[in-house]
Every structure is written in structure tokens, then in C-alpha cells.
């Protein structure tokens, strides 16, 4: 999945639909969100900032895609293999969704990607996992803090999107197959946990320094966030929203076995 900006004074943004730490529903629908595409995108703000939100989900998709099939080479066991060859066959195709409606409400995928592309590719850059432990916190924290924060912005989409939205964060199982593979690698060797949660925390803060890089440039998308397009969520509820995802996110990482 992909990163998207906290301000400053907030904290964190990821998981898939059936993990039981994704934060606390959001508050009421706002107007646009009992609105269908046709209506919402007369403001064209707001279908700028649309574009923007898709552009940025499609090419963390295509990223992700790219990720597990590179963790893949460093599984140990050729069922550990199979399994994120199966979870990155699922990333693709999330982002073939995404690219097709991108292409129709009329916007060019590629471009629509573009100006997302070096923050997460710097991302990746900046967190390459060194062993297989690695790769599988990183998924695991990176997806579920980019999950949290697009399904809180989906609660106030138009009807339309919201839909596609929600159903490109399905969980692909990568959640609970690194639960399982982490904590069982800490049994059996307890002192991987502190080097893993430092890892963690080093992906947090990467997370959140290269996510308030882009959308800094995108302003549409920086006024759906803040406020104006998307009425109703306005600068309290973003620290509490947040706040929910900060809660989720301390809840996975007991959920690993590792200090948050």
C-alpha cells in the first residue's frame, strides 16, 4: 500500500479489512460521502483530489506487487514462496483496478502516479530489508498504517469511490502470515525482537517523513485532508483520526510480539 502524509502534530498512518486492531469507525458521513461520483466530481477540486488519492493507492499497488515478489526470493521455504507469490498476484491486481477507473473518470493512470512515485520509491529505497524478517515487518507495518489511513479518508468519499477504495485494501493475508512467521522466529530466538523493533520504529519514521513530502505538493489532495473538500473533517478530527491509527498501530506491533 501506499504512504500518505500526517501533519505535523499528528502521528501515524495501515491493515487489511479483517484485522481486529483497525482503528474505531470515523465519525457521521459527511455530505459528499452520500453523494455518487457523477455528483461529487462536479467540484473539481474535489476530482483533483480524487485522481490524486487514486494515483497515490495505484502505484503503492504496483509498489507492493514489486515488494512481496522481491521478499519471495529470500523465503526460506519454497511454501513460504508460493504464499507471497500468491499475495503480490493479489497487489497487481488491486492496482488493475485502480488504473481502470483512473482511466474511467478520465485521467491518464500514469500521470496520476507520477507524482507519488519518487517519495515511495525513496521509501523503499531508504528501508531495503536485509533478511527475511525484514521484508515481512516492513509489509506488515508499512500496509497496515497506509490501510488505517485510506480507510479513514474513505468514509468521506463519494459513494462510488469509496466503494473501489475499500476494496483494494482487502487483506491479501500478508497480515496474519507475518504475525505468524515474526513471532514464531522470536521464540525461537528471543533476542531478534529488539532488532526488529527498532526496525519498526526506523520504518514509522521513514514512513512519515516521505508521506508529508507528497501531498506537501498536491493541493487538492492537502485540502481533502485538512478540511474544504472533504467537509466535515476538519483539523480536531484529523488528530483524533490519528490518534485512532496510532492506538492500531501500537496494537500490531504486541500483536508481532515487539514494543511499539
Known sequence: ??????????????????????????????????????TASAEPQYRAAVVDLLGALAYGELAAFERLAEDAKLAPTLADKAALAKM????F?????LNDRLRAIDAEPTEAMEPFAKALDDFHHLTAPSDWLEGLVKAYVGDSIASDFYREVAARLDTDTRALVLAVL?????????????RAAIEAEPRVGGRLALWARRLMGEALSQAQRVVADRDALSTMLVGGVA?????????RMFSRITEAHTKRMAALGLAA
Open 170 to 182: 482487502d487483506d491479501t493475508g500478508h497480515g496474519n502470515f507475518a504475525v505468524e512467521k515474526v
Open 231 to 239: 467537509d466535515g473533517f476538519d483539523l480536531a478530527e484529523v488528530g
Open 1 to 38: 500500500m501506499p504512504l500518505m502524509e500526517t501533519p505535523d502534530n499528528a502521528t501515524a498512518p495501515a491493515a487489511g479489512a479483517d484485522d481486529p486492531t483497525n482503528p474505531s469507525e470515523p465519525t457521521a458521513p459527511t455530505v459528499i460521502a452520500a453523494q455518487d461520483w457523477a
Open 88 to 91: 503480490a498476484a493479489a497487489e
Open 93 to 97: 491486481h488491486h492496482f488493475e483496478q
